[in-house]
């Protein structure tokens, strides 16, 4: 008797010690994560703020005795050749991505649609044959697109990247979009085309903007992709003019003596579009990602 | 408003028949509904009146119109569907204005017809809301809002009232019955639940299988069944069919049970059994027409009860006849047992006999 009492007495907090010690190593494990993700982003801003010299000290600075923002002014000059080159990559990178990402959307929208709405011979097949690009790592296509695009005449042109990002980002677009617009009612569109709309109205009017959030994500990640692509523009471009950013970077700062500090601001001023993107756009992202996770 | 006619109406899915040679007349300001099990082609009759599917083969006409190439929108219909398909991301204004702007109306005459709608449908304090913050009974009305606003021809409803719990579902019955009463709408219906249109249609067309199987007023659907599929499927509980055999005995027509019993026949049955190709027939009586009878009479049959289902204001009691069950209601105030031995005694102007093969129900003449 007096043990029964002692174990049912006992239960509850012991079962609550065992929920606090997992939740701490939880806590201890997410903490971990954020720091490995983060210090070395941390790291990149401070030295991207430090003199050239103070960049190669053993032991470190972990804080630059005499902070500078002469690496950015340099960047973002236009009058000197650094900043020259840097701007214009920036721009090339700017524009190659914003160009994959509305070919991408523009394609993958109506894609995903009919995948969703329309029944036709060899769908399920073209469904799949989408993702075929998707099993194989990148590098593998390397060889064969670069002689395809020599073959065309697209080598030394941006148009050679965006096709080369559109194949690489569709498929998951198509896919993302096809579940979007899988959740979304065919009533909703039949009650529009009844009301008055025609079939395309009814797509436009009320589909499209039910299915914004899954258009924004898809967007995202075309950008992201083609934004940060390296070994694609690094094989398909060779002069100095069209280099994207992440090849451009590479480049310019290894050719004579690395400028740690002027690599470290580039590389922060190339993450800043992203994030910004990110931060402004992220419940969608997330909304898109988790919908159809459960019933509303 | 307006008829709608279909002309030995076909719809076929490669090999599937969905809808097959359905040939109905709705006059206008008639409500009919389309009733049967799920499956029976109900929907797709009515989508293919609203122009959602396409036609395979026949010819659907409404007002003078032959409509089989016309878009949705051209047909001036109107929709109510299950899931009551409000656009999620508009106000209830602009779900109601949304079918007025397609077709270009100016701007303040919408208002006033929105409103207008709004007020007969008592939601004016629900204009601004979006359709996730309405109840069910709420966006039900909404959707039969966004139908009425625009005053078509004919109004298309698919299955309204299933999506809404028990006793919100017989209160919007009657407001759509008096929604129809007060605007004289033509109204085409499509319900699985036979309830819904013995209380609110005109007319009611029975289908099973892609056939049409009965169409007329509910009380002759009640009352003459054309097969065994209307005569179990309209009515609650259903009604009893009962398999027998059917012989004479002394010069006189009888029905005779796997028990053994046999059942006397009034002239007008006789006849009906005389001209049926077959030996095998099957009884059919409702719940209100058997009589049960604690001990025997004459012309009754002998039976164990099986299940006591009191209900209040009525009992209904199971028996187990020729294989069959038999369902019997009586008062609340006779005490029946499991297992008591009762005996039946059928209406003969009330029942129903049927061919056993053909399942038809039989003629007299």
Same mark, same amino acid.
């Given at each position: 008797?007096?043990?029964?009492?002692?174990?049912?007495?006992?239960?509850? !907090?012991?079962?609550?010690?065992?929920?606090?010690?997992?939740?701490?190593?939880?806590?201890?494990?997410?903490?971990?994560?954020?720091?490995?993700?983060?210090? %070395?982003?941390?790291?990149?801003?401070?030295?991207?703020?430090? !003199?050239?010299?103070?960049?190669?000290?053993? +032991? %470190?600075?972990?804080?630059?005795?005499?902070?500078?923002?002469?690496?950015?002014?340099?960047?973002?000059?236009?009058?000197?050749?650094?900043?020259?080159?840097?701007?214009?990559?920036?721009?090339?990178?700017?524009?190659?991505?914003?160009?994959?990402?509305? #070919?991408?959307?523009?394609?993958?929208?109506?894609?995903?649609?009919?995948?969703?709405?329309?029944?036709?011979?060899?769908?399920?097949?073209?469904?799949?044959?989408?993702?075929?690009?998707?099993?194989?790592?990148? *590098?593998?296509?390397?060889?064969?697109?670069?002689?395809?695009?020599?073959?065309?005449? #697209?080598?030394?042109?941006?148009?050679?990247? $965006?096709?080369?990002?559109?194949?690489?980002? #569709?498929?998951?677009?198509?896919? #993302?979009?096809?579940?979007?617009?899988?959740?979304?009612?065919?009533?909703?569109?039949?009650?529009?085309?009844?009301?008055?709309?025609?079939?395309?109205?009814?797509?436009?009017?009320?589909?499209? +903007?039910? !299915?914004?959030?899954?258009?924004?994500?898809?967007?995202?990640?075309?950008?992201?992709?083609?934004?940060?692509?390296?070994?694609?523009?690094?094989?398909?471009?060779?002069?100095?003019?069209?280099?994207?950013?992440? *090849?451009?970077?590479?480049?310019?700062?290894?050719?004579?003596?690395?400028?740690?500090?002027?690599?470290?601001?580039?590389?922060?001023?190339?993450?800043?579009?992203? *994030? *910004?993107?990110?931060?402004?756009?992220?419940?969608?992202? $997330?909304?898109?990602?988790?919908?159809?996770? $459960?019933?509303? | 408003?307006?008829?709608?006619?279909?002309?030995?109406?076909?719809?076929?899915? /490669?090999?599937?028949?969905?809808?097959?040679?359905?040939?109905?007349?709705?006059?206008?300001?008639?409500?009919?509904?389309?009733?049967? &099990?799920?499956?029976?082609?109900?929907?797709?009759?009515?989508?293919?009146?609203?122009?959602?599917?396409?036609?395979?083969?026949?010819?659907?006409?409404?007002?003078?119109?032959?409509?089989?190439?016309?878009?949705?929108?051209?047909?001036?219909?109107?929709?109510?569907?299950?899931?009551?398909?409000?656009?999620? @991301?508009?106000?209830?204004?602009?779900?109601?204005?949304? &079918?007025?702007?397609?077709?270009?109306?100016?701007?303040?005459?919408?208002?006033?017809?929105?409103?207008?709608?709004?007020?007969?449908?008592?939601?004016?304090?629900?204009?601004?809301?979006?359709?996730?913050?309405?109840?069910?009974? @709420?966006?039900?009305? =909404?959707?039969?809002?966004?139908?009425?606003?625009?005053?078509?021809?004919?109004?298309?409803?698919?299955?309204?009232?299933?999506?809404?719990?028990?006793?919100?579902?017989?209160?919007?019955?009657?407001?759509?019955?008096?929604?129809?009463?007060?605007?004289?709408?033509?109204?085409?219906?499509?319900?699985?639940?036979?309830?819904?249109?013995?209380?609110?249609?005109?007319?009611?067309?029975?289908?099973? /299988?892609?056939?049409?199987?009965?169409?007329?007023?509910?009380?002759?659907?009640?009352?003459?069944?054309?097969?065994?599929?209307?005569?179990?499927?309209? /009515?609650?509980?259903?009604?009893?069919?009962?398999?027998?055999?059917?012989?004479?005995?002394?010069?006189?027509? =009888?029905?005779?049970?796997?028990?053994?019993?046999?059942?006397?026949?009034?002239?007008?049955?006789? @006849?009906? =059994?005389?001209?049926?190709?077959?030996?095998?027939?099957?009884?059919?009586?409702?719940?209100?027409?058997?009589?049960?009878?604690?001990?025997?009479?004459? /012309?009754?049959?002998?039976?164990?009860?099986?299940?006591?289902?009191?209900?209040?204001?009525?009992?209904?009691?199971?028996?187990?006849?020729?294989?069959?069950?038999?369902?019997?209601?009586? &008062?609340?105030?006779?005490?029946?047992?499991?297992?008591?031995?009762?005996?039946?005694?059928?209406?003969?102007?009330?029942?129903?006999?049927?061919?056993?093969?053909?399942?038809?129900?039989? @003629?007299?003449?």
């Amino acid at each position: 008797m007096t043990a029964m009492t002692d174990t049912v007495a006992r239960r509850p !907090s012991s079962r609550r010690r065992q929920i606090d010690g997992w939740r701490w190593s939880g806590r201890i494990f997410l903490v971990f994560m954020l720091l490995y993700t983060a210090l %070395p982003m941390v790291w990149m801003l401070i030295t991207s703020i430090k !003199s050239g010299f103070a960049a190669m000290q053993f +032991p %470190p600075q972990w804080w630059p005795d005499q902070p500078t923002l002469a690496s950015y002014e340099k960047l973002l000059d236009p009058q000197n050749s650094v900043g020259q080159d840097f701007l214009h990559f920036f721009w090339n990178s700017l524009f190659v991505s914003t160009t994959t990402t509305i #070919l991408s959307v523009i394609v993958a929208v109506p894609a995903a649609y009919a995948f969703s709405r329309f029944t036709f011979p060899g769908r399920n097949f073209l469904f799949f044959a989408v993702l075929l690009r998707n099993m194989f790592p990148a *590098v593998i296509f390397l060889v064969p697109l670069f002689i395809l695009m020599r073959a065309i005449g #697209l080598v030394n042109t941006h148009g050679s990247l $965006v096709l080369t990002y559109l194949t690489f980002g #569709l498929p998951l677009a198509i896919w #993302l979009l096809k579940g979007f617009y899988d959740n979304i009612p065919v009533q909703l569109e039949q009650a529009a085309r009844i009301d008055g709309a025609t079939r395309f109205q009814a797509f436009v009017l009320i589909v499209m +903007p039910l !299915s914004t959030p899954g258009i924004i994500a898809t967007a995202i990640y075309s950008f992201i992709g083609a934004w940060n692509e390296y070994i694609y523009a690094y094989t398909f471009l060779s002069k100095n003019e069209q280099l994207t950013l992440p *090849v451009g970077i590479q480049r310019f700062f290894s050719e004579n003596t690395t400028d740690f500090p002027g690599l470290m601001a580039a590389s922060f001023m190339m993450s800043v579009p992203v *994030v *910004v993107l990110f931060l402004l756009l992220q419940r969608y992202f $997330v909304r898109a990602l988790t919908e159809g996770a $459960v019933k509303h | 408003m307006a008829h709608v006619v279909l002309n030995d109406l076909v719809k076929t899915y /490669g090999a599937f028949k969905a809808v097959n040679n359905v040939s109905l007349t709705i006059n206008d300001g008639e409500f009919v509904a389309l009733v049967g &099990p799920s499956g029976c082609g109900k929907t797709t009759t009515l989508n293919l009146v609203a122009g959602l599917t396409s036609v395979s083969s026949g010819e659907i006409v409404i007002g003078d119109r032959v409509v089989n190439d016309l878009d949705p929108k051209d047909r001036d219909i109107a929709m109510v569907f299950q899931n009551y398909a409000l656009y999620p @991301q508009k106000s209830v204004y602009k779900n109601l204005a949304f &079918p007025l702007q397609m077709r270009k109306l100016p701007s303040d005459e919408i208002d006033k017809k929105v409103r207008e709608a709004a007020r007969v449908l008592d939601m004016t304090q629900l204009l601004e809301r979006k359709p996730r913050e309405l109840s069910g009974g @709420q966006q039900q009305r =909404v959707a039969l809002g966004r139908a009425l606003v625009r005053d078509p021809a004919v109004f298309l409803m698919d299955e309204p009232l299933s999506n809404l719990d028990a006793k919100l579902r017989v209160q919007m019955r009657s407001e759509i019955k008096r929604f129809h009463q007060d605007l004289k709408a033509t109204i085409i219906y499509v319900t699985h639940d036979q309830l819904e249109a013995v209380t609110m249609a005109d007319r009611m067309a029975v289908m099973s /299988g892609g056939y049409l199987q009965q169409y007329d007023t509910p009380a002759q659907v009640f009352a003459h069944p054309v097969n065994m599929f209307v005569a179990s499927f309209i /009515g609650s509980p259903a009604m009893s069919l009962v398999p027998v055999e059917a012989s004479t005995e002394e010069g006189a027509p =009888v029905l005779i049970g796997a028990e053994g019993w046999r059942l006397q026949l009034s002239p007008h049955n006789a @006849q009906k =059994v005389a001209k049926a190709k077959t030996k095998k027939v099957v009884l059919g009586a409702r719940h209100s027409t058997i009589k049960l009878h604690k001990s025997a009479v004459p /012309g009754s049959i002998p039976a164990r009860a099986y299940t006591v289902e009191p209900t209040g204001d009525i009992t209904f009691v199971q028996a187990f006849l020729s294989g069959a069950i038999v369902n019997v209601s009586v &008062p609340p105030t006779v005490a029946v047992a499991p297992d008591e031995q009762i005996w039946l005694e059928f209406d003969q102007d009330r029942m129903h006999l049927f061919d056993g093969e053909t399942e038809m129900a039989l @003629q007299a003449s």
